[in-house]
Nanobody
């Protein structure tokens, strides 16, 4: 059974940092592109960023570029989202997702497996 489990969410003040982790089981994460998405209350799920299978390429939404960093540790079957300079508008449930295809996509429909999400709340 494939599982993606996010952790590391919480409450942080504006300007602070959080590091989210995505632990995979039931699949070899190195064979998957990993994406991060977020969904705020009353809003659609939106793309945050993605990382290719080897970790050599990353992609970010304009809203987070320069503040967020995606990495992966294939030996540990995990991926991470480092979030710095957090803003109140970053408040959302954050999800990691795995995609079999090598080319990253911003579309949530392109991902095959999803985690349950972790809440990130940024206070002003």
């Amino acid at each position: 059974q494939v599982q993606l489990v996010e952790s590391g969410g919480g409450l942080v003040q504006a300007g602070g940092s959080l590091r989210l982790s995505c632990a995979a089981s039931g699949l070899t994460l190195s064979s998957y592109t990993v994406g991060w998405f977020r969904q705020a209350p009353g809003k659609e799920r939106e793309f945050v960023g993605a990382i290719n299978r080897s970790g050599s390429s990353t992609y970010y939404a304009d809203s987070v570029r320069g503040r967020f960093t995606i990495s992966r540790d294939n030996a540990k079957n995990t991926a991470h989202l480092q979030m710095d300079s957090l803003k109140p508008e970053d408040t959302a449930v954050y999800y990691c997702a795995a995609r079999r295809l090598a080319i990253a996509t911003m579309s949530s429909y392109g991902y095959d497996y999803w985690g349950q999400g972790t809440q990130v709340t940024v206070s002003s």
